[in-house]
């Protein structure tokens, strides 16, 4: 071909580096590191601004050879705070199993487009797979199905979108032709929904006046007679009562709310029950859990959470799939020739079923899990967790200094000195600045409380015993000042 642009002079002028040698070397290298990572506690880190500084400068010119990528790698290392640490109360912690951790190490490797069955069969059926184990486990039926998501807050958004839609059809309203153009849809959640449900309203067009926050009981639950009574009010004010989002397992205190007369309440007024399980789910593997069905439109799960998986592991489970697939199945003719003709459960492409077209493969590091637990083990794992729960709420019932706040119905204790507020939030800072725990706080009702919880199988009730000890010896400090 005659070249009159240059094209392969310039083309054979820039000149790729060559491949890395000593790839193989290096790669073990890399593992050696992260295996031989010893979790560290958030108070071990250095300041951000500390960290801001380490990290200044450009990109490379040219590769960085072995020594100065695993230089580099080991710079980062002593700021990796571990959610795996026994001692690592807060929040609600991850605490992945080996095999997990592995298995999600490998997925970069093999590279799997999961967008569609054409991407990778075998991806596509692995995650399909565990799909079909985890609404097993939580009773939803053969209908169901669902997508791996990034975490609970994405999960949330699929769902509630899903559920969004299908309920203002079912109300004369097209949200594709229309939007939510006319509709006066009202959305309920309780003063302790999580925050990512607001946010994902509001991507979705929905205004704040369209959300109902209704007040949460004594025990931080929001009842099936709160909604009713916001409901009654919107039907009488010429509203659309669309949707109720419950929570098993709030963030704040691991409360459950009301499930079952939410559920005949949405029933009655052909609302749409989403449920937020991201953290308290899984306990429905428990013997120890009160939580018996659930009896949800939809779920919102987090696998990273009391399903031991590394980050980022979020499911969105809807009990009829083609109501999902209806929301999300928009195609174009770059997809022409992924399109499938008979539906196979374990073939479907998960295009169809989420926001993302291309994503990796999420699924394989929660099989691990099954592999390596079993449900048999998830059972004895998710019980000692909340055992532990019980132990710590038992030995702050027998001393007069401290009150419980809210009832512990899973693995999340909330409690407080009873003293000023100032005064619990210098404990909590002592106990996360002088001990090897390091444990969040919240605000419940007005007041400053102490926040633990117990995601974690390297704890036993002997890590209970020495919290409870250093808390006494910090709380006793503090009163002889």
Request: hydrophobic share 40%; net charge negative.
């Amino acid at each position: 071909m005659n070249d009159d642009l240059g094209i392969r002079d310039r083309f054979d002028s820039m000149g790729l580096p060559p491949p890395m040698e000593d790839i193989t070397e290096l790669v073990h290298d890399l593992v050696d590191l992260a295996v031989g990572y010893s979790p560290r506690s958030f108070g071990d880190v250095d300041p951000p601004e500390v960290v801001a500084r380490m990290y200044r400068g450009e990109p490379p010119d040219h590769p960085l050879d072995r020594e100065q990528i695993l230089e580099f790698v080991r710079s980062l290392i002593p700021n990796f705070p571990s959610t795996s640490d026994p001692h690592f109360m807060a929040y609600v912690p991850s605490h992945p199993t080996w095999l997990s951790r592995a298995l999600a190490s490998l997925t970069p490797y093999f590279n799997q487009f999961v967008g569609t069955v054409q991407g990778s069969p075998a991806g596509t059926a692995v995650e399909s797979l565990v799909i079909r184990w985890v609404a097993d486990l939580l009773t939803f039926p053969r209908s169901s199905f669902g997508c791996f998501t990034s975490g609970g807050s994405m999960a949330n958004m699929t769902a509630i979108y899903t559920g969004m839609v299908h309920t203002l059809g079912r109300n004369g309203v097209d949200f594709f032709a229309d939007g939510l153009r006319g509709a006066r849809p009202v959305f309920y959640l309780s003063d302790q929904t999580h925050n990512s449900v607001v946010k994902s309203l509001l991507m979705l067009g929905v205004g704040k006046r369209s959300v109902k926050i209704v007040p949460s009981d004594a025990d931080f639950r929001l009842t099936a007679a709160a909604v009713r009574r916001e409901v009654d009010g919107d039907i009488a004010a010429g509203n659309l009562p669309l949707m109720v989002v419950a929570t098993i397992g709030t963030t704040n205190t691991g409360a459950i709310d009301d499930i079952d007369g939410l559920r005949e309440l949405c029933d009655e007024h052909g609302m749409w029950l989403h449920v937020d399980g991201a953290y308290g789910a899984f306990s429905l593997l428990s013997t120890e859990s009160s939580l018996k069905s659930v009896p949800s439109d939809s779920i919102a799960l987090d696998c990273h959470k009391w399903l031991y998986t590394p980050f980022e592991a979020g499911i969105a489970l809807v009990r009829d799939h083609e109501v999902m697939r209806r929301a999300f199945d928009i195609s174009a003719e770059y997809l022409r020739d992924t399109e499938l003709g008979e539906d196979i459960e374990l073939q479907r492409n998960f295009r169809s079923y989420g926001l993302p077209l291309t994503r990796e493969m999420r699924g394989l590091k929660v099989w691990g899990v099954f592999a390596e637990l079993g449900v048999q083990g998830l059972h004895h794992a998710i019980s000692r967790d909340i055992l532990k729960a019980r132990y710590l709420t038992a030995l702050l019932r027998r001393d007069d200094r401290f009150e419980l706040v809210g009832r512990s119905e899973l693995s999340i204790v909330c409690f407080r000195y009873r003293g000023t507020d100032p005064e619990n939030r210098r404990i909590i800072d002592m106990l996360n600045s002088s001990t090897p725990f390091f444990l969040s706080s919240t605000i419940l009702r007005g007041r400053e409380v102490l926040r633990v919880c117990f995601i974690n199988r390297g704890s036993d009730l002997g890590t209970v015993d020495r919290f409870f000890s250093e808390l006494d010896r910090v709380v006793s400090s503090l009163e002889e000042a």
